[in-house]
């Protein structure tokens, strides 16, 4: 499809027609360059408008549908009455032009909005035969290195540049990055943990051996490291083979073990050091509770494996911290979207997305990075104007299963993606196999109760975000649907309590649920607050919360419920 320049205004030049995936390209780059100097509203403006165009209807792009789509205006709208899509359209394009006179020169295509239109158009500018050609951007993750690596091994150039003259001294500089430009950036794999298991020569060690082997069956279930196996039944510190000896040295990690069972219950000790260093970097004591119904063997290893190599799990933890003193590609990408992710970070998500996008065009096979990048494409996408970012974010997902069906990992970003784009089934059915593969993944859990509960399978939602919440301390998919399951019983005490202890004042359908349970508290002037703060990011939100609850897949049912607590805030839900 090849996107014609229409009409321009007379200052701008658009010699040819943009093909449309370049015209997406600068529409993406654009819109996530912090130099950009836009309000959310007017970015949201001109991905909304832009996407009318690519899809063929431009014509369709007036100051009603604008008005209503974008900005939240009801259905009586008029624009002779109301001046915001003027306004705004002023703004944004004041800002588009102001953005390329000033970042634009090195840009091959720069996007237009002309006065008396709000279609934009996409022009090619021509570049100069002079001027040299240049080369193609590097991943952000390679100039952070080359900076890193100037700074430790010349620390002091800029200091010595008025003794030794501006030419020699910039010369150096420019010849080092030239080398440096031609080194590979560092690619990281997954981490390798050699199991060290301290026996004590007691009747226990049978059992013992026996919580080492649960233990890591199901650290394989995740996938996040790579763990030496000892022999059956010795230690690693004991008589090994050649092969168990040069892998031992591989390691970066060692995990000490001691299994104690006696009247008061069995525990397993545990300790991670850092085998470079012998430094001691975690430790703790898992014990087994009577109340659960798993025997206290498995219960253990469980806990173990969840603590240390979930992603939020200890291992992913040190790891991630070195990883953003000294980025890298392959693991060391994945690790920095899984934080990304978890933060909703927009620079740190954007900064993840070029990682993993220079790993798969390096190491196209990469089922994490596939994966990784699906859920980093969702998170920038938007729920309520979706791009094609969310398509491709499937492609990737199906990518990943594909390259690694046994990976709870790839089954969770098919569950995901195809809850985006409305196949609930097929996600449901996806997040049952990711279980099925690691019942011990919290995260899975938590995400698999969200699904099934706002699409109005309640009690095994609820249930599964119990047993989700049990696993670790902060599970937010979980407990937020724990949130939405107290409010439905009329438990609003403990759902504005649950509230609290998640703190998400980024998550729309957690504020809703604020406001009515608020509301339905009697506590209006909190309410009034809460709404006040929704108002910010959606300024006429009750006007479109059913659709946007619709748009989420949440169940009439609970859209009922919680419209009701709006109106009782005082709201009119149309």
């Not at 703790?284 to 992603?311: K, Y």
């Not at 609850?549 to 009119?572: N, Y």
């Amino acid at each position: 499809m090849e996107l014609q320049s229409g009409n321009p205004p007379e200052e701008a030049v658009c010699p040819e027609g943009v093909p449309e995936i370049d015209a997406r390209r600068e529409l993406d780059r654009l819109l996530s360059d912090q130099q950009f100097h836009c309000t959310e509203r007017n970015r949201k403006f001109l991905r909304f408008v832009a996407e009318e165009y690519f899809r063929g209807r431009e014509h369709q792009v007036k100051a009603y549908t604008i008005a209503v789509d974008v900005f939240g205006r009801p259905a009586t709208f008029d624009a002779s009455a109301d001046p915001i899509v003027r306004i705004e359209a002023t703004r944004l394009r004041a800002a588009l032009a102001s953005y390329y006179e000033m970042h634009g020169a090195d840009r091959s295509v720069h996007i237009e909005l002309p006065k008396g239109r709000y279609v934009p158009v996409f022009c090619r500018r021509a570049v100069l035969a002079v001027a040299p050609a240049e080369p193609a951007p590097e991943p952000a993750v390679h100039r952070e290195w080359q900076q890193r690596t100037v700074a430790r091994l010349f620390p002091s150039v800029a200091s010595r540049w008025a003794s030794v003259g501006l030419g020699l001294a910039g010369g150096i500089l420019i010849g080092f990055l030239i080398f440096a430009q031609s080194w590979s950036p560092v690619f990281s794999e997954k981490p390798r943990l050699t199991i060290d298991l301290r026996l004590s020569d007691s009747p226990a060690d049978r059992d013992a051996v026996a919580v080492r082997d649960v233990f890591m069956v199901a650290l394989s279930g995740f996938q996040t490291v790579r763990a030496n196996a000892p022999d059956a039944f010795t230690a690693s510190t004991g008589s090994v083979d050649r092969p168990q000896a040069q892998a031992a040295l591989q390691s970066k990690y060692r995990l000490l073990l001691r299994y104690d069972a006696g009247s008061a219950g069995s525990k397993l000790w545990w300790q991670i050091v850092d085998e470079a260093t012998g430094e001691a970097l975690r430790s703790g004591t898992e014990r087994a509770d009577s109340w659960r119904g798993e025997q206290p063997r498995q219960q253990l290893a469980f806990q173990l494996a969840v603590r240390l190599a979930s992603n939020r799990g200890i291992i992913n933890t040190i790891e991630s911290a070195r990883e953003f003193e000294n980025p890298t590609l392959g693991n060391g990408c994945v690790l920095r979207a899984v934080s990304a992710v978890d933060a909703n970070d927009k620079d740190a998500l954007v900064g993840a997305r070029a990682c993993l996008e220079e790993t798969l065009r390096r190491h196209e096979g990469d089922a994490d990075a596939h994966a990784l990048l699906a859920a980093v494409l969702l998170k920038i996408d938007s729920v309520d104007a979706p791009t094609a970012m969310t398509g491709e974010a499937a492609i990737h997902a199906q990518r990943a299963v594909a390259l690694a069906p046994d990976s709870d990992r790839s089954q969770y970003a098919v569950m995901t993606t195809q809850f985006r784009v409305g196949n609930v089934d097929a996600a449901i059915a996806a997040g049952r196999r990711a279980l099925y593969l690691n019942p011990n993944n919290p995260m899975t859990m938590g995400k698999l109760a969200h699904i099934l509960f706002v699409t109005g399978q309640w009690d095994e939602g609820a249930e599964l975000a119990r047993t989700a919440r049990r696993q670790v301390v902060d599970s937010r998919d979980a407990e937020a649907t724990l949130a939405f399951d107290a409010y439905r019983r009329g438990r609003f005490e403990e759902t504005l309590l649950v509230l609290n202890q998640i703190n998400r004042p980024d998550c729309y359908c957690l504020q809703v649920l604020k406001v009515a349970t608020l509301a339905r508290l009697g506590r209006f002037d909190e309410a009034n607050a809460a709404i006040a703060e929704l108002r910010l990011s959606r300024p006429r939100f009750e006007s479109s919360v059913r659709a946007d609850l619709e748009r989420r897949k949440f169940a009439p049912d609970l859209v009922g419920l919680l419209e009701a607590g709006l109106a009782k805030a005082g709201l009119k839900v149309v």
